[in-house]
């Protein structure tokens, strides 16, 4: 069964903003720092601000949570995971053109079916 995936301008902004490292386990390999992936340990705040254009305000006393709301959270942590999905599009066909994405099996060749 074929899978699909819509590559957004989010998931490539999310991309191209990632810090990267030397993974040293094993023989090594580079990767996405899993702890602080866009800078911040706070992956929440860096999402909204990357995404959503958050920006901290100090003499705004509500707590990140009060500003963000449960649905954006939840928007900017799927975005974030299907970074995963993004990252394998990206590599395999050395574009960054947002559209509709289309593989036979995991792992495979991506094919863009529509803008």
């Keep these: 069964m074929a899978k699909t995936?819509?590559?957004?301008?989010?998931?490539?902004?999310l991309l191209t903003n990632s810090y990267t490292s030397w993974n040293h386990r094993n023989t090594g390999a580079s990767s996405i720092d899993s702890k602080r992936p866009y800078g911040d340990s706070f992956i929440l705040r860096d999402l909204a601000e990357l995404i959503l254009d958050y920006k901290e305000d100090s003499d705004d006393e509500r707590d990140f949570e009060e500003i963000i709301t449960e649905e954006q959270q939840d928007y900017l942590w799927k975005l974030h995971e299907e970074t995963e999905t993004a990252?394998?599009?990206?590599?395999?066909?050395?574009?960054?053109?947002?559209?509709?994405?289309?593989?036979?099996?995991?792992?495979g060749t991506w094919v863009k079916v529509e803008q």
Excluded: A, D
Excluded at 5 to 13: A, C, M, V, Y
Excluded at 92 to 107: A, S, V
């Design 87 to 107: 990252l394998q599009i990206v590599l395999r066909l050395k574009t960054f053109e947002p559209g509709l994405y289309q593989t036979e099996n995991y792992g």
């Design 5 to 13: 995936f819509l590559l957004k301008p989010e998931h490539i902004t």
